[in-house]
DNA sequence: GCATATTTGTCCGTATGTATA
DNA sequence: CTATACATACGGACAAATATG
């Protein structure tokens, strides 16, 4: 893969979606679905002068995105040699998985102070994935996941945890191209969801963290088994 | 302020510190120590035409270090107006405050499984906070009090709650400009850190988890009064 | 409200240095 | 070691948005 014409059939897209913001967020916007949907897998060198010309963008617009992503985690800038898609290990899984029972058991066990509506986006988020499910869409209900976690961290009402568990969920999604089915992999957590909800809607916000840290206990063996292969 | 002669004589630095890595790196350098010091207010401008000439460097190069930079929090960009360094305001520092409570308690929480060294360089901190002292440098007390933040957060042993601290330090720097007299905000943290410090090498990890909480209540009280004015 | 000047956003050509086959 | 490919950085250009009178 080096000639232009055979990353423009990758980057083939809706020019409509590209119509907010600056350029740079617009080609970002397209490069992170690439990678998060596993087109452009872990490893894989992005180079300048193909992407450019398959994106019809300049290089300082192109640099501008790639800036955007290696922020985000999901590329790697090395110096003099070029970006990459991240690669990520199982200690960073681990690491992951550690700084998510943080921020996430912090903002759970902060629901009973949760600013209003920060309990409705939770049960959206349950609801969303089980349509999505009950419609096959497998890919759909991992996307309600993170969706779901992102609820969760809203509970603790901080810009900046939000934004923390943010940008862990987009690295978490690197991880999830390691998972060949994904239906299995998401299909429990939904029941899970659902609990985590109802605990919390009565107020026993205490077991809603506890199982909370179970599903993050499990998920995490999950990843790790799937490291090993 | 708008002549790049004017704007030169505030960058004066040793060009011996711009050696290493990218040259958008060693501006974002330049700039962030100008930013803590207070030479370019919370508000400023930073205009690209002036500064670019005032450090000899091209737009393109400018202007990554403007994306570092506001990356970290320390500048604002707003598109087709420019870039500006950040103006928190007080319920930033609510925000700041919550989210160190969080990151910073957890950390101290795990520091009976910290790895080998992550005490020393807690230990180091307050030698070098207090070395500074004795020489009357308050604003190198300043800056070894975020080392001993810092140190906290390693004894998690998360590479990215490091990061997280990191960056939620480095933005609290713009907030530390608020306080007129360096001297009298920074002293009495210096006993504390050593009380903290004491706490965790014979082992009492709760007792001072309650110390620096009561250390994060006083400093946020302290620099909410500091904004009312 | 309008016209002008300034500044940013974007693109391009080119020179230089670095990594790799 | 040489050659090639590529990333880094510069400077100029023009369009678009903003600020200014």
């Given at each position: ?13 809706d020019?409509?979606?590209?119509d907010?913001?600056g ?8 490069l ?5 949907q ?6 894989t060198?992005?180079s300048?002068e193909?992407?450019?010309e398959?994106?019809g963008v300049s ?6 995105a790639f800036r ?8 790697a800038?090395?110096f ?5 898609v ?8 681990r690491?992951l998985?550690?700084f ?8 759970i066990?902060a ?7 920060a309990?409705d ?10 349509a999505a499910?009950?419609r ?6 991992g996307t309600s ?5 992102q609820a969760?961290?809203g509970?603790a009402?901080?810009?900046r ?9 987009a690295e978490?999604?690197l ?12 299909e429990p957590?939904?029941?899970?969801n659902?609990?985590i ?6 107020g ?6 506890a199982?909370?840290?179970r599903?993050?206990?499990r998920?995490e ?5 799937a490291f090993e292969?």
């Amino acid at each position: 893969m080096s000639t232009a014409d055979e990353w423009s059939a990758l980057l083939a897209t809706d020019r409509a979606s590209l119509d907010r913001g600056g350029y740079g967020e617009r080609v970002a916007d397209v490069l992170r679905d690439r990678i998060t949907q596993g087109v452009f897998p872990p490893g894989t060198r992005l180079s300048e002068e193909a992407l450019r010309e398959a994106l019809g963008v300049s290089r300082n617009t192109l640099r501008e995105a790639f800036r955007l992503l290696a922020h985000e985690g999901l590329l790697a800038h090395e110096f003099n040699r070029g970006v990459f898609v991240r690669e990520l290990t199982a200690d960073d899984v681990r690491d992951l998985y550690a700084f998510r029972r943080i921020l996430e058991g912090a903002a759970i066990r902060a629901a009973a102070s949760a600013p209003a509506g920060a309990l409705d986006r939770v049960r959206e988020a349950v609801e969303s994935a089980e349509a999505a499910a009950r419609r096959d869409e497998w890919v759909e209900v991992g996307t309600s996941n993170m969706r779901f976690h992102q609820a969760i961290a809203g509970l603790a009402n901080s810009r900046r945890l939000t934004e923390s568990v943010r940008r862990l969920l987009a690295e978490l999604r690197l991880v999830f191209l390691v998972m060949a089915a994904p239906r299995e992999f998401h299909e429990p957590y939904l029941h899970v969801n659902r609990e985590i909800y109802g605990l919390l809607a009565m107020g026993a916000v205490a077991r809603a963290a506890a199982v909370l840290d179970r599903y993050l206990d499990r998920a995490e063996r999950q990843l790790l088994d799937a490291f090993e292969r």
